[in-house]
């Protein structure tokens, strides 16, 4: 699965479970936190650790299971 597919199916499962899932909108490939997800439940209260979760994290947060590319 291709790693644009990966960000929308895990922001719909996400969305649809009552979470909001998104991108780190760092720019700096050096910075922390570049290219990090943050989830986020009910009331805003944050559910990834906070330095937040790479997409395999969140992947695996979600319950699915990741596919590599063939």
Do not use: N
């Amino acid at each position: 699965m291709k790693e644009k597919s990966r960000y929308i199916r895990a922001r719909r499962i996400a969305k649809r479970r009552g979470y909001t899932a998104s991108l780190s909108h760092l720019r700096d490939p050096l910075a922390i936190g570049y290219g990090m997800w943050t989830v986020t439940g009910h009331q805003g209260k944050r559910v990834s650790a906070p330095g937040g979760w790479t997409l395999e994290q969140v992947e695996q947060w979600l319950g699915l299971e990741h596919q590599e590319d063939k």
